[in-house]
């Protein structure tokens, strides 16, 4: 079969790979129809997530139809569409008994790497490095569910495939990152990043009852997303002084649940932009969080800071005294899709959101280099390139 793999730092390719097949008695095969870019893609093709081996094949965010079943899938059969979480998980594991799947004890196929670098193994997730399994990911025609019956979520009828897709990553990630952000009536929200999860986390925020929604960003085309699609006023970091403008947004106080849906790579102006890239190029810090930094002098007194922007590492000049003596409140993590992904799917088929809005280009597996370039360089006003396999 043709499948998208990481060659390298950025560079990938379209190759002649084996099919997979069934290995444990549990697993699924699917047909894949449609699979996303995603922005944590990114930091795997920057080099920046070690674990990666030339010819591993790459995508996590995907949807369509099982063509074969383990013996002991009983839940799931042929024709089945259905969409994929993007993390794996046991669903008979402590972590997983307490809806926080991507903490799965049992999921992650090489858990020597993330027992070293974070003193317990966490989950493992499709296409994204040896650190988190070293599944083959979902850029392809047809990839191996481990655990399919926890993994796997039927798409209702009348849900097309473009809107189900976005319901295995993007939306459950952003939806977590506005749970996590602990939402009270009538709060101002403020997300960094108005790429496809910052935009799902704006969606999410109203469900879960904000009174304001804030989107800052860098790109012209993508706050207009945020402003059209999300109904969020909207902050370009490259032309106003963020933290001056939140304050004066909200009567000197500061907003209530600031959001960072933008993680390790994160853009910023002056000297903090240059002291950032010269320690990641050094590698004497892993990741650049001037979000997060920023989020935490944003952040109201007693206020809440979730990140679900990607971090792999260690980060520096990280603002505890502001956190300690502000009393802030984080939340962060993976995402727990399978505990979201049902809700979503049930708020898309009542069209309470429908994130098809996302896909801005479809593409055939042999334009890999094309969408990913694409997609990170942010050209043709590009949201997310989605792979079509099947055409
Ligand atoms: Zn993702
Ligand atoms: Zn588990």
């Known amino acids: 079969m043709k499948a998208i793999c990481w060659e390298g730092i950025n560079k990938v390719s379209t190759e002649r790979v084996p099919d997979p097949s069934i290995l444990n008695p549990r697993d699924a095969i699917v047909r894949v129809f449609l699979s996303s870019v995603c922005g944590s893609d990114l930091h795997l093709l920057g080099g920046y997530i070690p674990a990666m081996r030339a010819g591993d094949i790459i995508g996590h ?106 319901t295995s990553d993007a939306f459950p990630t952003g939806y977590m990152a506005a749970d996590f952000a602990g939402i009270e009536p009538g709060d101002t929200v ?14 999410s925020a109203w469900l879960l009852g904000a009174g304001r929604v804030i989107a800052i960003d860098q790109y012209p085309y993508r706050l207009e997303q945020a402003r059209v699609r999300a109904n969020a006023e909207t902050l370009n970091f490259k032309e106003v002084d963020v933290l001056q403008a939140l304050k004066d947004m909200t009567g000197g106080r500061g907003p209530d649940r600031c959001i960072d849906c933008v993680g390790m790579e994160a853009n910023s102006t002056g000297i903090e932009k240059i002291y950032d890239y010269a320690k990641q190029y050094a590698r004497l810090q892993n990741d650049r969080p001037a979000v997060l930094r920023q989020a935490i002098m944003a952040c109201r007194k007693g206020g809440t800071v979730s990140i679900i922007g990607v971090y792999g590492g260690f980060v520096d000049k990280f603002p505890m005294g502001a956190a300690m003596n502000k009393g802030l409140t984080f939340r962060m993590g993976q995402q727990f899709g399978q505990r979201y992904i049902p809700k979503l799917l049930d708020i898309v088929a009542k069209g309470e959101v429908d994130p098809a809005y996302l896909l801005t280009h479809k593409l055939s597996l042999d334009m890999g280099q094309e969408g990913y370039m694409m997609f990170k360089d942010k050209t043709n006003n590009n949201m997310r390139s989605v792979f079509a396999p099947a055409g």
């Open 61 to 166: 965010e995907f949807m369509g139809e099982i063509v074969e079943v383990g013996p002991e899938v009983k839940k799931l059969k042929k024709g089945d569409r259905v969409v994929v979480c993007s993390v794996l998980s046991c669903g008979g594991c402590e972590f997983c008994q307490r809806e926080e799947y991507s903490l799965c004890d049992n999921s992650n196929a090489e858990p020597e790497w993330t027992e070293k670098a974070y003193g317990y193994p966490v989950a493992g997730i499709f296409g994204y490095s040896h650190a988190l399994g070293g599944y083959a990911g979902s850029h392809a025609e047809y990839t191996r569910i481990p655990f399919a019956e926890n993994t796997c979520f039927k798409v209702p009828d009348g849900v097309s495939n473009e809107s189900a897709l976005f």
């Open 190 to 203: 403020v997300v960094w990043g108005a790429g496809g999860v910052g935009l799902m986390a704006m969606h």
